[in-house]
């Protein structure tokens, strides 16, 4: 049986040292899946604003020097098997979907300056399906759908205005995309696609915003904090 002296002692909530892990709420945590279960059960999900959390730190050193974020861009079908293509997106998407709408527009229409996300949703549909098969076709559409919810979610509060009654990806352009990647990979996916697989995510995230920026729809460069 353990002393008095060799339990470990709790640590009162008015220590505010080493709660690096804040919600918008005021509440403070020591970690973040203490946050994530705070949000989920006080907030219903939704990160309310000024919620923060220091990047994850990997104490163990590493082997090899990280790829950059252009090499990742570059190799996306083969470093994870998602080659095979051509294929048709309007066949490999839902009918009823607002990308197979925003597809079917943009089939032979010229890129033009008037472009909001869900029309850049739409081209970069276009170009991965001349690279990759209906099956893995699936996997970048899953992607856009969750990242398409993740800025009509926090959009509006990017723009520091009140949320809108339309959709922030059907009037907005993507030019602003790359600020909401970080959330997009670190909170998002966590709490609504958990079996979303990260290093996917990440490629992913990458590639599209390469995209955006090849074709002169953003002029930000994306910095992810995990990698």
Same mark, same amino acid.
């Given at each position: 049986?353990?002393?008095?002296?060799?339990?470990?002692?709790?640590?009162?909530?008015?220590?505010?040292?080493?709660?690096?892990?804040?919600?918008?709420?005021?509440?403070?945590?020591?970690?973040?899946?203490?946050?994530?279960?705070?949000?989920?059960?006080?907030?219903? +999900? *939704?990160?309310?604003? +000024?919620?923060?959390?220091?990047?994850?730190?990997?104490?163990?050193?590493? +082997?090899?020097?990280?790829?950059?974020?252009?090499?990742?861009?570059?190799?996306?079908?083969?470093?994870?098997?998602?080659?095979? +293509?051509?294929?048709?997106?309007?066949?490999?998407?839902?009918?009823?979907?607002?990308?197979?709408? *925003?597809?079917?527009?943009?089939?032979?229409?010229?890129?033009?300056?008037?472009?909001?996300?869900?029309?850049?949703?739409?081209?970069?549909?276009?170009?991965?399906?001349?690279?990759?098969?209906?099956?893995?076709?699936?996997?970048?559409?899953?992607?856009?759908?969750?990242?398409?919810?993740?800025?009509?979610?926090?959009?509006?509060?990017?723009?520091?205005?009140?949320?809108?009654?339309?959709?922030?990806?059907?009037?907005?352009?993507?030019?602003?995309?790359?600020?909401?990647?970080?959330?997009?990979?670190?909170?998002?996916?966590?709490?609504?696609?958990?079996?979303?697989?990260?290093?996917?995510?990440?490629?992913?995230?990458?590639?599209?915003?390469?995209?955006?920026?090849?074709?002169?729809?953003?002029?930000?460069?994306?910095?992810?904090?995990?990698?």
């Amino acid at each position: 049986m353990l002393s008095n002296e060799g339990k470990m002692k709790r640590r009162s909530k008015n220590d505010q040292e080493g709660r690096d892990f804040a919600c918008g709420c005021g509440k403070t945590y020591l970690s973040y899946p203490a946050l994530y279960t705070h949000i989920k059960t006080k907030h219903d +999900g *939704k990160f309310p604003e +000024g919620t923060t959390s220091p990047p994850t730190k990997n104490s163990k050193g590493r +082997g090899r020097p990280r790829k950059s974020n252009t090499e990742k861009t570059k190799d996306i079908y083969e470093q994870h098997n998602l080659g095979g +293509g051509p294929c048709s997106p309007l066949a490999a998407l839902p009918s009823n979907s607002v990308f197979y709408t *925003k597809v079917e527009e943009w089939q032979d229409k010229p890129l033009t300056s008037q472009v909001v996300c869900d029309d850049a949703f739409a081209l970069y549909a276009l170009e991965v399906a001349k690279h990759t098969s209906s099956e893995n076709f699936a996997y970048f559409s899953n992607f856009l759908f969750h990242l398409r919810n993740c800025l009509n979610l926090r959009g509006w509060q990017m723009e520091a205005v009140e949320p809108q009654e339309q959709d922030y990806c059907s009037v907005k352009p993507p030019s602003k995309t790359p600020e909401i990647c970080n959330f997009f990979i670190q909170h998002y996916l966590p709490l609504y696609c958990p079996s979303f697989n990260t290093d996917l995510a990440i490629s992913m995230t990458l590639h599209f915003t390469k995209f955006l920026e090849t074709c002169g729809l953003t002029e930000l460069k994306l910095s992810l904090i995990r990698e």
